[in-house]
């Protein structure tokens, strides 16, 4: 039976290490780390993601900003509220909650950040340096992954990886972040041709597809160290991965649940990211 990597305790442990950290630098610079979250519309998962954050930020001493705007607000509005924050010295790190109401286009008002303020990872500055292996700020999800393998202790130099998922969000910065890190990577998608045979070899394995509980035992070699990133509501409520845990953590030698692993990370690496941006500032 594999052993369970616990992201709960990973992410609480990395927001402490934030939180004395954040005391260190007030102590030594009088800076405290300070993050802005714009929040367009009423969608509720939206909303609770910002509440999630706006706590998070509050426990780790940070200064934490809301700006909130009906769903029909002007993109202009949405620029002009960026490009102050820009210039802004108590934020450090600005967060647009996505998805945005379609009449506001993404690309323009991510482009609009500061990339050294961009503590998602989503400016094209930073991917653009993700793929040169120097960013300033990479994403959050990715990021908490690479910190899950890490204390866990189960390695990546040399390993073959394989993702399952080639989204911006997830699956392509992750795959550069492996590559960076000396993994062998395949990234797989719906197109791959034969997907048991490639998860097959993987000695680290990521799920990263929203698909529930698409990755079975069969599709997956013994001593696997599988970190599944999907969250599926399924019909009667419950809450899934990718990963069809009960069955493939039998063969796994380290596995993530769901709720409990790469989720709470994500939260844990903006507000590491936010602090990162502030120590840079105090430079
Ligand atoms: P997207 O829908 O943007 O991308 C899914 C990717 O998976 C696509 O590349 C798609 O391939 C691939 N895929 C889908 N079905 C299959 C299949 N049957 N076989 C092979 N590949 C497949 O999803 P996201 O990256 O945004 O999210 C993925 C999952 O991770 C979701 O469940 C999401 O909720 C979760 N998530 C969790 C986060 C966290 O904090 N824990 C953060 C972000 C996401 P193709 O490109 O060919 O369409």
């Known amino acids: 039976m594999a052993i369970i990597i616990d992201g709960k305790k990973i992410a609480q442990d990395v927001r402490n290490e934030v939180k004395e950290e954040v005391l260190r630098l007030k102590a030594k610079t009088g800076i ?8 367009v519309g009423e969608d ?22 809301e700006y909130k705007f009906p769903a029909d607000v002007d993109e202009g509005k949405i620029l002009s509220i960026i490009s102050d924050l820009n210039r802004d010295d108590e ?23 500061d990339p050294r303020k961009d503590v998602d990872g989503f ?50 910065p992750l795959a550069l972040m492996l590559l960076a890190r000396h993994a062998t990577v395949t990234v797989c998608h ?11 070899r993987a000695e680290l394995l990521i799920a990263a597809a929203g698909r529930p509980e698409m990755i079975t035992k069969d599709m997956v070699r013994d001593g696997v160290v599988v970190i599944d990133v999907g969250i599926n509501r399924l019909d009667d409520g419950k809450l899934v991965g990718d990963v069809a845990f009960q069955e493939v953590a039998e063969k796994a030698s380290h596995i993530t ?9 994500t939260i844990a690496m903006l507000l590491k990211n936010t602090l990162n941006a502030a120590v840079a500032r105090s430079k």
């Open 91 to 113: 934020i450090h790190g600005i967060l647009v909650q996505l998805p945005l109401p379609g009449h506001i286009s993404s690309d323009s008002i991510i482009e609009a950040i």
């Open 257 to 265: 649940p769901v709720p409990g692993g790469v989720g709470p990370m």
């Open 44 to 65: 509720p998962a939206s909303k609770i993601y910002v509440r999630m954050k706006e706590a998070a930020c509050e426990e780790a001493g940070f200064l934490s900003r």
């Open 32 to 39: 405290v780390p300070g993050l802005a979250v714009i929040l």
């Open 190 to 200: 719906t197109r791959t041709r034969d997907l048991p045979e490639v998860t097959g």
């Open 123 to 172: 400016h094209p500055y930073n991917i653009g340096h993700l793929f040169t292996g120097n960013p300033f700020h990479m994403a959050c999800t990715p990021l908490g992954i690479l910190e899950l393998i890490d204390r866990s202790g189960t390695g990546i130099e040399g390993k073959e990886a394989v993702i399952v998922g080639r989204s911006n969000i997830v699956g392509k």
